[in-house]
């Protein structure tokens, strides 16, 4: 490590085994946050354990935050901010980010957490507005789905319903999305996507991933040949269906949002 700058930036993401997905989903956000603040080195941390297991077995090493940190601490770095890529404040971030605060705390003159994609109400609306600049063209009869991961606790509630929030941004835009949870216990869940798109009468739909990174969920869960998948479900119903399968970490207005959590971090 090259501590000349005695600043690190560390973009900690879950991770991915898809290497499209890594490089275009979660590299896009690193390479933004690169650009924008080029005083600071930057590295990767991955959170899923199971992730870098599999990573390494291709001799693709990524380290965990606290081996990050650690290293980092060792190689004389004065200044550290992590910034996360998940999209909300949940328990992936709460459990293996800000656990860490107390810990590591002390090892820097200063050690910034920044915040995931949404958090606050307006990141709610910029990040809808950030997503309908990517939408694809579409017919009278065509709707968008973006499937998030959702989660089985009450985060989602705890956040005014996280995915029912942003579906209500959509409908006061006038806009033909859907937004539905692959975790079937969460809300708005599949069998809710389902009802509307029979209420509404769409004859095709594009789904698209409301998830950071593209990878198994968005591959399988949503677009697999499985009778299953959101894809075989839908189009059950006579609705034919186009699968758009990338993160949207590669979306430069998403990306742009990161390096804003950044700034706002700093300026604390």
Known sequence: ???TN????VVISFGSTFDETRKQDIGGIECALAAAFPAYDQYRAFTSKIIRKRLAARNIFVD?????LTKLAVAGYKEVILQPTHLLHGEEFEQKVLALRDKFLSLFQKFIISQPLIVSDEDFKRVAVALLGHLPALQPNECVI????GTPRANNSAYGYTYVKLQKIFDELSMPVLVGTVEDEDIPNLAAVLSKLQQRGYKHVHLCPLMVVAGDHANND????????????IEAF???TTGHLNGIGRFTSIQALYVQHVLTALSK
């Open 6 to 9: 005695k600043k690190a930036l």
């Open 146 to 149: 973006f499937m998030g991961h």
């Open 222 to 233: 949503m677009y697999g040949n499985e009778p299953d998948s959101w894809k075989s479900q």
């Open 64 to 68: 965990d935050i606290e081996t990050l």
């Open 238 to 240: 006579g609705i034919t």
């Open 1 to 3: 490590m090259d501590t």
